[in-house]
């Protein structure tokens, strides 16, 4: 593959915490209908660009019928051509990332989905030597066990972002890869459904990545990552991990200090905690190139396990405020009728659209920042 899931990882971070959405303040609920730009629309060049696709793959050796039924009911979908777009170079704070992808809410449902799946989890730790809570918690960050596995068609996904052109020939190897899942019966045309960019199932596996990875637990004749049950994606997610270098018996770090393990030292965001990572934080920057994502993940997995949160604090933000502040703040916007959304300390774009119409109200410069004056202000 041109394009590991590592590196995909990394070209959808801006989308979420490559899993646990980059662009939300609150933890995910339950599935939510798909807005409707991510619904297909009429578009000529767009058709007359399937149409070749068509011609190329059917020599490629796909069956007609295959590709009318792997594009019946597709389309254009103008969504996904404005987020992919959109991806910024913009990052969270470790310190927000963590409010995310390590909250308590995040935390009691990773304990919760380890004890119903813990003979599964077991089993696929013993087949391959990936712990089961670190397994649990990459199942957390990527779909929020599986309550986020997407609803995008995949064929549509991948398709507009084959024409679109800007990375065209990765998402045509994506969407020929798509086909090949489907030719091979492990998933129906209508339930090849995942995120905008085409990473599917409970732990979010793009389509070369399925086809290089993926394994049948469950031992029915397909790698069947979408469906309730979650076995063979997480079983898929500890092959990968095996194949990448996980160490069993090897934590992948923790917070320096006593009882951390012997390993590189990193200290990710400046004047916040520092860490001790081994070769397991590496493998897991495999699954996503990102300190955070690894962190997220390592930490994420010591609190299902029943471990505590960090000892150590970070700084005040940009804008001189804590964790502590910034809760306070939210808690203080919504109940003067400003609903933030949530109260995680995450200052994103629903705690901005309330401080927006907190300053319009009251009478102040309308930028959406906080700062300590506005805290001391609310009532």
Same mark, same amino acid.
């Given at each position: 593959?041109?394009?590991?899931?590592?590196?995909?990882?990394?070209?959808?971070?801006?989308?979420?915490?490559?899993?646990?959405?980059?662009?939300?303040?609150?933890?995910?609920?339950?599935?939510?209908?798909?807005?409707?730009?991510?619904?297909?629309?009429?578009?000529?060049?767009?058709?007359?660009?399937?149409?070749?696709?068509?011609?190329?793959?059917?020599?490629?050796?796909?069956?007609?019928?295959?590709?009318?039924?792997?594009?019946?009911?597709?389309?254009?979908?103008?969504?996904?051509?404005?987020?992919?777009?959109?991806?910024?170079?913009?990052?969270?704070?470790?310190?927000?990332?963590?409010?995310?992808?390590?909250?308590?809410?995040?935390?009691?449902?990773?304990?919760?989905?380890?004890?119903?799946?813990?003979?599964?989890?077991?089993?696929?730790?013993?087949?391959?030597?990936?712990?089961?809570?670190?397994?649990?918690?990459?199942?957390?960050?990527?779909?929020?066990?599986?309550?986020?596995?997407?609803?995008?068609?995949?064929?549509?996904?991948?398709?507009?972002?084959?024409?679109?052109?800007?990375?065209?020939?990765?998402?045509?190897?994506?969407?020929?890869?798509?086909?090949?899942?489907?030719?091979?019966?492990?998933?129906?045309?209508?339930?090849?459904?995942?995120?905008?960019?085409?990473?599917? *199932?409970?732990?979010?596996?793009?389509?070369?990545?399925?086809?290089?990875?993926?394994?049948?637990?469950?031992?029915?004749?397909?790698?069947?990552?979408?469906?309730?049950?979650?076995?063979?994606?997480?079983?898929?997610?500890?092959?990968?991990?095996?194949?990448?270098?996980?160490?069993?018996?090897?934590?992948?770090?923790?917070?320096?200090?006593?009882?951390?393990?012997?390993?590189?030292?990193?200290?990710?965001?400046?004047?916040?905690?520092?860490?001790?990572?081994?070769?397991?934080?590496?493998?897991?920057?495999?699954?996503?190139?990102?300190?955070?994502?690894?962190?997220?993940? *390592?930490?994420?997995?010591?609190?299902?396990?029943?471990?505590?949160?960090?000892?150590?604090?970070?700084?005040?933000?940009?804008? *001189?405020?804590?964790?502590?502040?910034?809760?306070?703040?939210?808690?203080?916007?919504?109940?003067?009728?400003?609903?933030? *959304?949530?109260?995680?300390?995450?200052?994103?774009?629903?705690?901005?659209?309330?401080?927006?119409?907190?300053?319009?109200?009251?009478?102040?410069?309308?930028?959406?920042?906080?700062?300590?004056?506005?805290?001391?202000?609310?009532?």
């Amino acid at each position: 593959m041109s394009m590991n899931r590592r590196q995909f990882g990394a070209l959808a971070t801006a989308f979420g915490l490559a899993g646990c959405g980059a662009t939300v303040e609150t933890q995910p609920g339950g599935p939510k209908p798909l807005p409707d730009d991510l619904r297909p629309v009429r578009n000529a060049d767009y058709a007359r660009w399937v149409a070749s696709f068509q011609e190329r793959a059917a020599r490629q050796g796909f069956s007609q019928d295959l590709l009318r039924t792997a594009f019946r009911g597709t389309g254009y979908l103008p969504g996904v051509v404005k987020r992919d777009r959109n991806q910024t170079e913009f990052k969270r704070t470790l310190e927000d990332y963590l409010s995310i992808a390590v909250s308590e809410e995040r935390v009691s449902k990773g304990r919760a989905a380890y004890a119903r799946h813990r003979g599964t989890l077991r089993a696929i730790e013993q087949q391959y030597g990936v712990e089961a809570h670190i397994i649990t918690a990459v199942w957390g960050l990527e779909s929020f066990f599986g309550e986020r596995r997407g609803d995008v068609p995949v064929i549509s996904a991948t398709s507009t972002l084959a024409y679109d052109g800007r990375r065209g020939a990765f998402f045509e190897r994506q969407l020929i890869a798509a086909l090949k899942i489907l030719q091979a019966g492990h998933v129906t045309a209508r339930n090849l459904t995942g995120s905008w960019a085409g990473a599917m *199932g409970h732990t979010q596996f793009i389509p070369t990545s399925f086809l290089a990875f993926a394994v049948d637990f469950t031992g029915d004749g397909r790698r069947d990552i979408w469906s309730e049950d979650p076995s063979d994606a997480l079983a898929s997610t500890a092959a990968y991990l095996a194949r990448n270098g996980w160490q069993k018996g090897l934590p992948w770090g923790g917070e320096a200090g006593p009882g951390a393990p012997t390993g590189t030292r990193i200290q990710p965001q400046e004047g916040g905690p520092r860490f001790s990572v081994t070769a397991n934080f590496r493998a897991l920057k495999r699954y996503n190139n990102s300190d955070a994502y690894a962190i997220g993940v *390592g930490h994420l997995a010591d609190r299902i396990a029943g471990g505590p949160p960090l000892r150590g604090s970070f700084p005040p933000d940009q804008y *001189g405020l804590t964790k502590d502040d910034r809760i306070a703040l939210q808690r203080k916007l919504t109940a003067a009728g400003f609903d933030t *959304g949530g109260t995680d300390g995450v200052i994103g774009p629903n705690t901005r659209d309330a401080l927006r119409a907190y300053q319009q109200r009251t009478g102040m410069p309308v930028t959406g920042d906080p700062s300590p004056e506005l805290l001391r202000q609310l009532p």
